[in-house]
């Protein structure tokens, strides 16, 4: 009966004792301990939530850096293209320039070809009428000498003369 | 060469250890045997003597050296008697060895002497004095090695706090990183499950509650001075722990708990029978706590006591061999057991708890 009869003694200092170690420990220890433990659980959460956060950023940047890449890209393309078109108008638009060019020098070469031709022409006809003109007048002047001659050639022309 | 593995093996070196400790521990009691042996068969082993003086509350702490016999050291008595206060050293009742009667120590108030245990104010003639009314409120070996068990407590997590203070925000380390995954069991598997977001404001008592049993559960395993004591097994100390707990429960106790017990939701015709039913509830529940672990401690106690009392009963330091091993298993036992009526007696108290302060009732 010793065994389940509870000493009034070790009762009363078990209270006083636990009562002290749940104030000690509670104030000193479970308090801190406890505050330490959910302290870092919080940052370890945090610490995830921004990892993670960071991790789709970075594809967020990732996907824009790679459409940029991609416009960039596109963009080269069409530089491209427009400078090699630009270079074929320009030769095109060249060489036809180069040909209308051409063919009004030759044009023009012709003009003036002809006009000196044209110019040559009218001197050398001119020369060859002072010439004419010349040889006429001497040979003229020398078959001119008599009047018989004169005459012979006057009835001549008048014979040839037909009305 | 199977002996020879077996005779390296690790399992069997623990068990040699382990065997070694507990005849170190038995030794003394050893050699009183053989001491009372040699006097003669004039007073036979008696292992409820034995047994109960371990397992009850004493005067003395016993302090067993190896092949150096036993000693007993003095407490503090503490008499509250109806005369006043009276203080003096134990060592005043000690019995003297080969000497029958119990020594009668002269104080100021009344004479005292030990009976069975217990302090008496005795009369003239060495007769209990039934007249005087003594309170014994002594440091006795119980209350002695609590405070032991107290102060192992209050060394051990100051040196853990310590750790959270000079590591702030890193991993825990030494001492911490062992206890750490403990407090954590208690309050994510033990207070959250049962109590839920309240569990903050109770999460001081449980701790305590559970790290107060476990370390006296565990000291009272060591088989030597200053552990081997039965504290936890102590009807008085889970007594006074089922009572902090009952008063937690009833003043945490929302209007739903209170419903609950008072106007069940059953035919009203039933309340005669309900009501009377729930208020011894209220008692019950911390009842069984304080007896589930007195009884598991005690049990333990002298299961192991009753195994090292046969060799004393056989007489023959041959029964070692069967009782050693068995002591050890039994030890094993123990353990986990120590564990798990510190994590029984936590859990079984958040539930109340949790049932005392849930909000929707079915």
């Known amino acids: ?163 | 060469m199977y002996n020879s593995s077996i005779l390296n093996s690790k399992i069997f070196n623990t068990f040699l250890i382990s065997a070694l400790f507990l005849l170190l521990g038995v030794m003394p009691k050893l050699s009183i045997a053989q001491e009372k042996a040699a006097e003669g068969a004039e007073k036979p082993f008696d292992p409820k003597e034995v047994v109960f003086e371990h397992i009850g509350d004493s005067h003395f702490w016993p302090v067993s050296i190896p092949l150096m016999g036993e000693h007993f050291l003095s407490l503090p008595v503490i008499l509250y008697t109806d005369k006043g206060l009276e203080t003096f050293w134990s060592g005043h009742l000690l019995k003297e060895e080969g000497v029958k009667e119990e020594p009668v120590y002269k104080g100021t108030h009344y004479s005292y002497k030990l009976e069975e245990g217990k302090i008496h104010a005795v009369n003239e003639a060495g007769e209990v004095d039934k007249a005087a009314k003594v309170y014994d409120f002594s440091i006795t070996r119980n209350v002695a090695s609590m405070w032991l068990g107290m102060i192992v407590l209050l060394i051990v997590f100051f040196a853990v706090t310590a750790g959270y203070k000079k590591r702030a925000g890193k991993a825990p380390k030494g001492i911490q990183a062992l206890l750490e995954p403990v407090i954590l069991f208690v309050r994510d598997d033990v207070a959250i499950p049962n109590i839920g977001i309240k569990h903050v404001k109770y999460m001081p008592l449980l701790l305590t509650i559970f790290f107060f049993i476990l370390i006296n559960n565990l000291l009272g395993l060591v088989p030597f001075f200053p552990g081997g004591f039965n504290l936890t097994g102590n009807i008085a100390v889970t007594m006074v722990l089922s009572v902090i707990v009952l008063v937690v429960i009833n003043f945490s106790g929302n209007k739903y708990y209170w419903k609950h017990i008072f106007t069940p939701d059953i035919p009203f015709w039933l309340y005669p029978i309900m009501v009377p039913v729930e208020l011894i509830g209220i008692i019950s529940k911390p009842f069984a706590l304080m007896i589930r672990l007195f009884a598991n401690i005690t049990a333990g106690h002298i299961i192991v006591l009753s195994l090292i009392s046969l060799i004393f009963i056989f007489k023959t330091a041959w029964m070692s061999t069967v009782s050693v091993p068995f002591v050890v298993f039994m030890d094993m036992i123990e353990l986990l057991v120590a564990f798990l009526q510190a994590f029984i007696f936590t859990m079984l108290t958040s539930l109340f708890i949790g049932m005392a302060v849930e909000e929707h009732h079915h």
């Open chain 1, 1 to 163: 009966m010793d065994l389940v009869t509870p000493a009034l003694g070790l009762v009363f200092w078990t209270t006083i004792s636990f009562g002290i170690l749940l104030f000690i420990l509670g104030k000193f220890a479970w308090k801190p301990i406890l505050g330490a433990l959910s302290d870092r659980e919080r940052f370890i959460e945090d610490s995830l939530q921004k990892a993670e956060a960071a991790k789709e950023e970075m594809s967020r940047l990732t996907n824009e850096n790679e459409s940029l890449l991609k416009q960039a890209r596109a963009e080269r393309d069409q530089i491209l293209t427009d400078a090699r078109k630009v270079k074929e108008q320009m030769i095109v638009d060249a060489k036809e320039l180069a040909h209308k060019e051409g063919a009004r020098m030759i044009e023009l070469a012709r003009v003036e070809i002809n006009n000196q031709k044209a110019i040559a022409m009218a001197d050398v006809k001119n020369q060859v009428a002072t010439l004419s003109l010349d040889i006429a007048e001497k040979v003229l002047r020398k078959q001119f000498e008599d009047h018989q001659k004169q005459d012979e050639l006057v009835s001549q022309l008048l014979k040839e003369v037909k009305l």
